[in-house]
Every structure is written in C-alpha cells, then in structure tokens.
C-alpha cells in the first residue's frame, strides 16, 4: 500500500517568509508525528497528533512553528518568519496508535537563505 | 531527561562479519525498542522492534534487549556494504525517543 507522503520534496524560501510543509500519513495511521533533522544530526522530535489533537507539542521550538491535522489525515506544519536556522530536513512519520512503530516519509528539505 | 544513547561512530566491520550495534536508555519504564536504519539523503527505516527481553531473529538481523541492564542491541550477521548507514535505535516509554545514531561502514 501507499507509504507517508510529504510535500514538496524540496523547498527554498527567503528569509522572512512563511512555509507550509504537508504530510499525507498512511490510510488508517491515527498517530502523527513531526521530526526535524539537521545535517549529519539526529532526529529532533517537534509535535505528535492523535487524531486532530496534539497531546504534546513539546518539541515545537518557537511560536513561529504551528502544526495542524484536519479529518484525522494530513497534516500541516507551518513555519512563520523563517530563518536561516530552520534550514533542515523536516520528516513525518505515522502509526496505526500511538507510540507503536513508526514509519517515516521521504521528508521535504528546506533551505532558508 | 530520558535520554537514548548511542555511539556515533564509524563503527568499520570488513564484509562478512557481524556488525554490533548498541544502545543504553535511562528510563526504566520503557516497554518498546525500534531499530532503524538511515542511508545518506534518505529518511529512516524501521527494520526490527522488540518488546521482551531476550533476542529476535529476522534474517540476517536479530535484535537483543535486556532491561535489567537497560541496553538493546542489534546484530548485522554476514555483513554487506549495502549495510553501511546510520543506524538509529528508539525507545519507547509516554513517548518515543531517539538516539542520535550510529554510522556503520561495511569494508569491502
């Protein structure tokens, strides 16, 4: 069947800008989550949905980062006023519930210049 | 903090050996254990996960946990170059955490 989705694959934005990251997780995955990687670094954990509701969103590192996930499916990460520092690669996994094994999408790498 | 350890490497193991992977956690409340694998560019992939202790076998990979100790581990039996990747280990208690890999290169 069809695995995670995220879109774009690769985005370049001007410093300042807003972005919107989307992630389309596999049909009937409740659980939703957001990492960030910075080159050669680990994942850095920004926000989990079950269902439409974000039980911890301890990660998010700014006000500047927001998520949503509407009808229990795909979900939106935007990023306002971008900076050079957010340049990363921003992946999506999901899970049939709650923290069993996820599985991750292609990801969207995002360059702030 | 939980934490997940690893170390980060290069762990170099020549073609066909075992590789061995470990990684310690801090909580002792955790109940699931997830090995991931990650090639350059690529996002992670799950290969192994395991919830009780003792070993679990799935081809050339067999995963170990022992919670007494608070280490899980993953073994690389008959190891190829297509092995060579960032090996990620994830633990599981009110959430999941990773470690911050280790980079594996096969020597051919």
């Known amino acids: 069947g069809a695995g995670v989705s995220q879109s774009p694959s690769n985005k370049v934005t001007e410093k300042g800008k807003d972005v919107e990251l989307r992630c389309d997780p596999i049909?009937?995955?409740?659980?939703l989550y957001w990492y960030r990687q910075s080159l050669g670094q680990g994942l850095e954990f920004l926000i989990y949905?079950?269902?439409?509701?974000?039980?911890?969103k301890s990660g998010l590192p700014s006000d500047r980062f927001s998520a949503e996930r509407t009808g229990g499916s795909v979900s939106t990460l935007t990023i306002q006023r971008t900076q050079q520092e957010d340049s990363a690669v921003y992946l999506c996994?999901?899970?049939?519930?709650?923290?069993?094994?996820?599985?991750f999408g292609p990801g969207t790498r995002l360059t702030v210049t | 903090q939980k934490e997940v350890e690893q170390n980060s490497g290069p762990l170099s193991v020549p073609e066909g050996a075992i590789a061995s992977l470990n990684c310690t956690y801090s909580d002792r409340g955790s109940q699931s254990f997830f090995w991931y694998r990650q090639y350059s560019g690529k996002s992670p992939e799950l290969i192994m996960f395991i919830y009780s202790n003792g070993d679990k076998e799935d081809g050339r990979f067999t995963a170990q946990l022992n919670k007494a100790s608070q280490y899980v581990s993953l073994l690389i039996r008959d190891s190829q170059p297509s092995d060579s990747a960032t090996y990620l280990c994830?633990?599981?208690?009110?959430?999941?955490?990773f470690g911050k890999g280790t980079r594996l290169h096969i020597l051919p």
């Open positions: 994830a633990v599981r208690d009110d959430k999941i955490i």
């Open positions: 049909s009937g995955h409740t659980a």
């Open positions: 949905f079950q269902g439409n509701s974000a039980p911890d």
């Open positions: 996994a999901s899970s049939f519930r709650g923290q069993l094994e996820q599985y």
